[in-house]
C-alpha cells in the first residue's frame, strides 16, 4: 500500500494541530512541497518520498510509532472506557495523534510491560497465539508453589471453564505461603496466568509482566512512565514477527 495522503492528515497525523488548524496553517503559506508553496491542503502527497516543510524545517515524516509502558496497577488496557482511565490517559497527544493502541491486555490491577503501537501488523503478530510470542512475568501467588505445578503447568494446564492452556515454563523463585515464581506463557488468554493458577488451588496476589518476547520491561521506567523503542528494539521485535 503506498503512503500517498491528503497534505491535512499528514501533519495533523505528526502533531501540527487540528485538521482545521493544519487547514489554517496551509492556507497561509507555511507548507512547502518539495520546495514550492502548497495552500490546498487536500493536496495529496507521499511523506516517504517528497520532502514536507513547515516553516521552512523539513518535517521527519514516520508511519508508525512503539512505546514501552510500565503499565501501573488501576489503569485499564482499553482505548477509551466510560468509567476507568485507561492507558491512553497516560500518554502524551504527540504520540496519541499516531492513534496508537496496546498490544495485547494486561488486568486492571497487573503492571509491568506494554507495547503501544499503530503498526497493526506487528500488534496482531505479537499477540497471535499462531506465533506462540514468549510473556514472561512475576508473580506472586498465594499457597506453596511446587515441583508438581511446573509438571502441570509444562503439561498444559486445564483452565476451570476446560480450556487446555498451551504449554508453559514455571519458575519457582520462592516456595513457602506466599511464593514468588516466574512463567511464560505464550498466549494470552483472559486472565491467563491467574486462572492458571487458579486451577491448581493457588491465588495470584501479584502480577507484574517482564518481557514480551525480545523486550525486556525497563526498570528505570517508573510505574506509568513509557519511551520509545528503540531502532534495534523495533528490529528485534519485527523479526519475531
Ligand atoms: N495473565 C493474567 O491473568 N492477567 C494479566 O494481566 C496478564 C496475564
Redesign the pocket.
Known amino acids: 500500500m503506498g503512503t500517498i495522503q491528503r497534505l491535512d492528515k499528514i501533519l495533523a497525523n505528526m502533531g501540527f494541530g487540528s485538521r482545521k488548524e493544519v487547514k489554517k496553517l496551509i492556507k497561509s503559506g507555511a507548507v512547502q512541497i518539495d520546495g514550492n508553496i502548497t495552500t490546498d491542503a487536500e493536496s495529496k502527497v507521499d511523506p516517504e518520498k517528497q520532502a514536507i516543510k513547515v516553516n521552512g524545517t523539513l518535517i521527519n515524516y514516520r508511519k508508525y510509532v512503539y512505546l514501552i509502558m510500565n503499565k501501573p496497577q488501576g489503569v485499564i488496557?482499553a482505548t477509551e472506557d466510560s468509567r476507568s482511565s485507561t492507558v491512553l490517559d497516560l500518554i502524551d497527544e504527540e504520540y496519541l495523534c499516531f492513534d496508537i493502541s496496546p498490544v495485547?491486555?494486561?488486568?486492571k490491577?497487573?503492571e509491568g510491560l506494554l507495547i503501544l503501537t499503530n503498526d497493526g501488523e506487528m500488534n496482531h503478530s505479537l499477540t497471535s497465539p499462531k506465533k506462540g510470542v514468549d510473556?514472561v512475568?512475576y508473580a506472586e501467588v498465594s499457597g506453596r508453589v511446587n515441583s508438581k505445578d511446573i509438571k502441570l503447568f509444562k503439561r498444559g494446564i486445564t483452565l476451570k471453564d476446560g480450556y487446555k492452556a498451551l504449554p508453559a515454563d514455571l519458575e519457582i523463585i520462592e516456595e513457602s505461603d506466599i511464593s514468588k515464581i516466574k512463567v511464560t506463557?505464550r498466549e494470552?488468554?483472559?486472565?491467563?496466568?491467574?486462572?492458571?493458577f487458579e486451577a491448581v488451588s493457588k491465588k495470584?496476589i501479584f502480577?507484574k509482566?517482564l518481557s514480551m518476547g525480545s523486550l525486556e520491561l525497563d526498570e528505570d521506567l517508573e510505574p506509568g512512565e513509557y519511551r520509545e523503542l528503540t531502532e534495534r528494539e523495533i528490529e528485534e521485535l519485527k523479526s519475531l514477527c
Do not use: E
Open positions: 488496557t495485547g491486555r494486561l488486568d490491577n497487573t510473556k512475568y506463557v494470552g488468554k483472559y486472565h491467563q496466568v491467574r486462572r492458571m495470584v502480577l509482566r
